[in-house]
Nanobody, 124 residues
Framework: QVQLVESGGALVQAGGSLRLSCAAS????????MAWFRQPPGLNREFVAT????????YYADSVKGRFTISNDNSKNTVYLQMNSLKPEDTAVYYC?????????????????WGQGTQVTVSA
């Protein structure tokens, strides 16, 4: 089983930036797809971005396209989410998730490994 640990969440003002990290350990695997999801207060968890293990494919939710960038560093078994131009509606607990296989994944049900989440709060 692979373990995922997110970090980098914080309180930030609107318009600011944050970089989230997700470090994988344990029985890591390749190829893989990894993704970021988020759960705003009182709402369901939603897809944010995904990346394939070789970095060749990335895909974003419309709400973050152009502001967020997902990337990975296989030498560190880490996936990142660079978040720029943050808005109050980006406030959420952010989770990373991992799935085996080379194909990009988008649905929660496709991911077998999840981190514990990191809180991002954007003040107006």
């Amino acid at each position: 089983q692979v373990q995922l640990v997110e970090s980098g969440g914080a309180l930030v003002q609107a318009g600011g930036s944050l970089r989230l990290s997700c470090a994988a350990s344990g029985r890591t695997f390749r190829p893989y797809a990894m993704a970021w999801f988020r759960q705003p207060p009182g709402l369901n968890r939603e897809f944010v971005a995904t990346i394939t293990w070789n970095g060749e494919y990335t895909y974003y939710a419309d709400s973050v396209k152009g502001r967020f960038t997902i990337s990975n560093d296989n030498s560190k078994n880490t996936v990142y989410l660079q978040m720029n131009s943050l808005k109050p509606e980006d406030t959420a607990v952010y989770y990373c998730a991992a799935a085996q296989g080379p194909s990009p994944r988008f649905r929660e049900a496709d991911f077998g490994s999840w981190g514990q989440g990191t809180q991002v709060t954007v003040s107006a």
